[in-house]
Nanobody, 125 residues
Framework: VQLQASGGGLVQAGGSLRLSCAASGRTFNNYDMGWFRQAPGKEREFVAVIRWTDGSTYYASSVKGRFTLSRDNAMNTGYLQMDSLKPGDTAVYYC???????????????????WGQGTQVTVSS
């Protein structure tokens, strides 16, 4: 599976951005697709994940209520809608995917087999 992330950019605090993650290489029908982010000098952290089969989602507490995941099955593309952005959201965002680990959602980087290139999100104050 290859993942192509796009949609990053510079936005003012309170603004919105939508990231896209296009999957290719094999039929993408039984995967979890998620996002991690890494700010300068910080460890990579989990942001959100969506289960492709049923659209169920899980969010980090820091973004819950502000970020929303969705998917387009026909396009094999997932989206991360980011609203009410804060300067603390500034980071490189990485799209990831893996086969589901049972019924729960993993927040560990080691559980995700496929990684896209990062896309920079910068939120100015």
């Amino acid at each position: 599976v290859q993942l192509q992330a796009s949609g990053g950019g510079l936005v003012q605090a309170g603004g919105s951005l939508r990231l896209s993650c296009a999957a290719s290489g094999r039929t993408f029908n039984n995967y979890d697709m998620g996002w991690f982010r890494q700010a300068p000098g910080k460890e990579r952290e989990f942001v959100a994940v969506i289960r492709w089969t049923d659209g169920s989602t899980y969010y980090a507490s820091s973004v819950k209520g502000r970020f929303t995941l969705s998917r387009d099955n026909a396009m094999n593309t997932g989206y991360l809608q980011m609203d009410s952005l804060k300067p603390g959201d500034t980071a490189v965002y990485y799209c990831v995917a893996s086969t589901p680990r049972g019924t729960y959602f993993s927040t560990r980087t080691s559980d995700y087999d496929y990684w896209g290139q990062g896309t920079q999100v910068t939120v100015s104050s």
